[in-house]
């Protein structure tokens, strides 16, 4: 194995597809919603690399070996009046964990973050997930206990979709 002074991290390109879309089968498989997935690589391909890239990732190596992942969108706060970033996916392979990559790509998008003059920096991780909780907790994040997420998806989302005025 390589030494963590050996992981790189580096954003995510259309020749990365291949890993970016294992990564993510990978995430699902651990969170026991490998169902739930039907990315493929033209769908990452256009909303990744696209015209209009809907979100972006980074990639951790260590060697040519990818050890983890990032995904993050911008996204904008009416109540600061500015601009923050979602963490969409964080994963890190599970022989490389405790050795400091996710804190690695955790500083990475939180730098961008403070680059771009983003004032949030936010994320939702599974309510039975408590090792991330406790890494999350341990980097100063708190949670957001008084906020719950809402999801509209397939049939529901087109619904109220169809409802809107043209």
């Known amino acids: 194995m390589t030494s963590d002074e050996e992981v790189r991290i580096v954003p995510g390109t259309a020749d990365d ?11 699902a498989e651990y ?14 391909r256009a909303s990744l690399f696209g ?9 951790a190596y260590a060697g040519v070996e990818p050890v983890g992942f990032a995904v993050y969108f911008q996204n904008f706060s ?29 500083a990475h998008v939180a730098g961008i973050a403070v680059e771009r003059g983003c004032e949030r920096f936010e994320w939702a991780v599974l309510d039975w997930n408590e090792p991330a909780l406790r890494f999350y907790r341990s980097l100063g994040a708190r949670a957001l206990d008084d906020w719950v997420v809402h999801r509209l998806t397939g049939d529901a989302l087109r619904r109220l979709g169809a409802g809107a005025s043209p």
């Open 31 to 44: 969170e026991k919603l490998a169902h739930e997935v039907s990315a493929t690589e033209e769908k990452l």
């Open 51 to 59: 015209r209009n890239p809907a979100a972006e990732v980074l990639i």
């Open 78 to 106: 009416t109540f600061v009046g500015g601009p923050g970033i979602y963490l969409e996916d964080l994963f890190v392979v599970p022989e490389w964990r405790r050795r400091g990559c996710g804190r690695r790509l955790l």
């Open 17 to 27: 597809l291949p890993v970016i879309l294992s990564l993510i089968r990978k995430l």
